[in-house]
């Protein structure tokens, strides 16, 4: 008899687990069963609002592989099969599908449940044209909307997928409003003055951003939304998008008794183990150590979902690999605007107790007299003292954003800020000036650090 | 009476140093004299093919400072002054200017002359149309020439250089073939495999490229260039331009016995020091320390003369700063197809002695199904067992160049390979998969080393 893994949830952790298990151990050794409840395992949520927006056009670019897929290399995925309940003593879950209730018993258990777009306490959810992004049906859901005399969006909420259905539905040419209660857009990874560079951009392509408006109710005409916000202040439209952000799916786990971390996501160890003898859990709905503050965090990004669930299936495939943490780096782009951050921002490094300075430098993409140059603002942050990088933000056109990786490769290696100055980062004029922006923003921060 | 500093040459090294200096020290504390034998100061080499080419209209771009300029903040920057002798025991110099010759004294000497363009030894060099590029008064005359009606070119010379010009000249709609004696383009800072996806991609614009062949003769017609090569295997054109490298220009420094290195530049210490009392070198003309080999190089990048020049500079300004070595990091473009790399080939590692291992992975720039994602090939080489990252080269479409940055960041702190495949690098659809291509090639090769 094999061992059996049975793993809850099929997307990148789940699926990337399973894969990597898979190639260590064979199926007479290792049986895997993945459950997923919805009709899709493996799929690109980043991919979505680019979907809705038309730029990806092919509805199964999204989905990375099938379940037909994974059953070729010997991965049983299961779609529209719900786990109900975990019986850790027993070993056995109990799952839902179209057959009926099943229980199912394991060896070992991999809890990659995800995460569940944030339902706010707003009144007038259940209004028609009032709509979240977390599926891929949601996605195909927006994308027939869009496509079909939308006349007015309004997205609620300021963070990464907010910011990019706006772009989605103005891309389509749907008048476009993005309304936050936050006194910023990507209050959780840009500074305010970062963030400032990213309204004005999006003001600037006709994109209405509200900021500092809290929603508490959605207008409603004859059972279909009107209008976010029910009073003076009101915004009219016939689509609403809620993009909240999300939370760990941890009801499960938390039943069952598998425990849950300060954030409130699965509490694990280095090597994606719960403390709980063959419970293992990965991907959004599970904690990470983040480097630079120490802390355990709970991010939702599918870099860390992919590596946290390639390190649970190298050690239930045998192996030995230890995750090392994340600095939550990320990226995005509005128009031709590029916007990235890796580690705290000032803020964050503030409300963690370190001693924070911060550069901010006006640059340029390419050398300054080269024709497609852009502006590119770089800010640094780094503690006082050591001149140790706390973190990046950068923002600015072509070419800007993905030189957040120097930062995060640096802070990786705990390069502080006045060496990463010195670096040999290469250097033509389509592609930079002689001393790229990176290394004039970690001079800055350097001599500030230790003056 | 302050102390004066002589600099000799007023380029990216001596006019950074001089800059650097001047801030750290007043001018009734240290004088500043800068003697250079053309009519500019501090210009962008670099530039000279997009101005060829005509990306960059205005000649003004490529000087970044006017003597002018550096005159206001107390620098005495003498244009057309031509140094002709060192003499270390009197601490003078002799300096040959329209006025006639002069002596003048130091108490600080920077030697910062630079490099030459080799002069090959090839019958039919005086031809009229035969050119080179080095100064600006060569770029003002190439643009000159490109655009008053020449009927096919030819580049002799497969490096950086010659790659620009090729492109410049074809982007002005002149048949262009470039010729070289190595067996591939770019033998400096790509491996064969790599080089090739070069040539390729040249040829699928247009650009004609011939390597392995060694010009020993132009030929000529009414005393003017009418082919590159005189024997059966020939390249008419009427507009040849030798893009054979550069040489350091160390003949003032040997004759007033200043010590070279094995390199044949001029030796220093990580001060910019050349070992003789108040003599101090930086840029082209001098070595630098290479931080994987561990072994002196000379390199003609602007980005290492500027840091040379900075830390001249710091030092002579009264500070102590180091030059941390360099990595040899470069980029270009040929077309959209963007050409990096940093540390060794595997071929140099192999000449270095190190034991390589190399992997060589096919990738995206962007996610697969984003509209603008183009093939990138990223080549990563790490030493056998300790899996340290000995170099990288990268060639693939816009975005694909200025990753190389993320291998310099992580050699520049001995991150081995298989730790940068873990690195928290950005990701989202229009950027990268969800592994970055750096990742895949870093934990191919990291497999690789410790397999």
Same mark, same amino acid.
């Given at each position: 008899?094999?061992?059996?893994?049975?793993?809850?949830?099929?997307?990148?952790?789940?699926?990337?687990?399973?894969?990597?298990?898979?190639?260590?151990?064979?199926?007479?050794?290792?049986?895997?069963?993945?459950?997923?409840?919805?009709?899709?395992?493996?799929?690109?949520?980043?991919?979505?609002?680019?979907?809705?927006?038309?730029?990806?056009?092919?509805?199964?670019?999204?989905?990375?592989?099938?379940?037909?897929?994974?059953?070729?290399?010997?991965?049983?995925?299961?779609?529209?099969?719900?786990?109900?309940?975990?019986?850790?003593?027993?070993?056995?879950?109990?799952?839902?599908?179209?057959?009926?209730?099943?229980?199912?018993?394991?060896?070992?258990?991999?809890?990659?449940?995800?995460?569940?777009?944030?339902?706010?306490?707003?009144?007038?959810?259940?209004?028609?044209?009032?709509?979240?992004?977390?599926?891929?049906?949601?996605?195909?859901?927006?994308?027939?909307?869009?496509?079909?005399?939308?006349?007015?969006? /309004?997205?609620?909420? !300021?963070?990464?997928?907010?910011? =990019? %259905? &706006?772009?989605?539905?103005?891309?389509?040419?749907? $008048? @476009?409003?993005?309304?936050?209660?936050?006194?910023?857009?990507?209050?959780?990874?840009?500074?305010?003055?970062?963030?400032?560079?990213?309204?004005?951009?999006?003001?600037?392509?006709?994109?209405?951003?509200?900021?500092?408006?809290?929603?508490?109710?959605?207008?409603?005409?004859?059972?279909?939304?009107?209008?976010?916000?029910?009073?003076?202040?009101?915004?009219?439209?016939?689509?609403? /998008?809620?993009?909240? !952000?999300?939370?760990?799916?941890? =009801? %499960? &786990?938390?039943?069952?008794?598998?425990?849950?971390? $300060? @954030?409130?996501?699965?509490?694990?160890?280095?090597?994606?183990?719960?403390?709980?003898?063959?419970?293992?859990?990965?991907?959004?709905?599970?904690?990470?150590?983040?480097?630079?503050?120490?802390?355990?965090?709970?991010?939702?990004?599918?870099?860390?979902?992919?590596?946290?669930?390639?390190?649970?299936?190298?050690?239930?495939?045998?192996?030995?690999?230890?995750?090392?943490?994340?600095?939550?780096?990320?990226?995005?782009?509005?128009?031709?605007? =590029?916007?990235?951050?890796?580690?705290?921002?000032?803020?964050?490094?503030?409300?963690?107790?370190?001693?924070?300075?911060?550069?901010?430098?006006?640059?340029?993409?390419?050398?300054?007299?080269?024709?497609?140059?852009?502006?590119?603002?770089?800010?640094?942050?780094?503690?006082?003292?050591?001149?140790?990088?706390?973190?990046?933000?950068?923002?600015?056109?072509?070419?800007?954003?993905?030189?957040?990786?120097?930062?995060?490769?640096?802070?990786?290696?705990?390069?502080?800020?006045?060496?990463?100055?010195?670096?040999?980062?290469?250097?033509?004029?389509?592609?930079?000036?002689?001393?790229?922006?990176?290394?004039?923003?970690?001079?800055?921060?350097?001599?500030?650090?230790?003056?």
């Amino acid at each position: 008899m094999p061992e059996r893994l049975v793993v809850i949830g099929g997307d990148a952790a789940g699926m990337t687990a399973a894969s990597q298990a898979r190639r260590m151990r064979r199926a007479d050794d290792l049986e895997i069963i993945v459950f997923e409840q919805s009709a899709y395992v493996s799929f690109s949520a980043c991919g979505e609002p680019y979907f809705v927006g038309g730029w990806v056009e092919d509805f199964a670019d999204l989905q990375v592989r099938t379940p037909e897929q994974f059953q070729a290399q010997g991965i049983d995925a299961r779609i529209h099969h719900r786990v109900t309940a975990i019986d850790l003593d027993a070993s056995r879950i109990t799952v839902h599908h179209p057959g009926g209730d099943e229980q199912v018993g394991f060896d070992q258990l991999l809890y990659a449940t995800g995460a569940t777009a944030i339902r706010p306490p707003i009144e007038g959810l259940d209004l028609e044209g009032v709509h979240m992004l977390r599926t891929l049906d949601d996605a195909a859901r927006l994308r027939s909307l869009v496509t079909s005399g939308v006349e007015r969006a /309004v997205v609620v909420g !300021g963070g990464y997928i907010g910011l =990019e %259905l &706006a772009e989605a539905f103005h891309h389509v040419g749907i $008048p @476009t409003t993005v309304v936050t209660m936050m006194p910023t857009v990507l209050e959780r990874t840009l500074d305010p003055d970062m963030a400032d560079l990213v309204s004005d951009h999006m003001r600037s392509m006709g994109i209405r951003v509200e900021t500092g408006f809290k929603v508490e109710c959605l207008a409603g005409s004859g059972g279909s939304v009107a209008g976010v916000g029910c009073d003076d202040r009101s915004f009219p439209a016939d689509l609403v /998008v809620l993009a909240l !952000g999300s939370r760990p799916q941890v =009801e %499960l &786990a938390k039943d069952a008794g598998i425990p849950l971390g $300060p @954030t409130g996501a699965v509490a694990v160890d280095d090597h994606q183990r719960t403390g709980i003898d063959g419970v293992w859990s990965a991907g959004d709905c599970a904690e990470a150590h983040h480097r630079i503050s120490g802390q355990p965090v709970n991010l939702h990004l599918g870099t860390v979902a992919n590596k946290a669930g390639r390190i649970a299936g190298i050690n239930l495939g045998g192996g030995d690999a230890s995750f090392p943490g994340v600095l939550g780096t990320a990226i995005t782009k509005v128009g031709d605007l =590029e916007i990235s951050s890796t580690g705290l921002t000032e803020g964050q490094a503030a409300d963690a107790g370190l001693k924070a300075v911060a550069a901010t430098i006006n640059s340029t993409t390419a050398a300054h007299y080269w024709p497609g140059s852009s502006p590119m603002t770089v800010k640094a942050i780094a503690e006082k003292g050591s001149a140790r990088l706390l973190g990046a933000q950068i923002v600015g056109g072509p070419g800007a954003g993905k030189r957040i990786d120097v930062f995060a490769t640096a802070m990786w290696s705990d390069l502080p800020a006045h060496e990463l100055a010195w670096t040999d980062l290469s250097y033509a004029p389509p592609f930079s000036g002689v001393w790229d922006p990176v290394h004039i923003a970690a001079r800055k921060a350097g001599e500030k650090a230790t003056s």
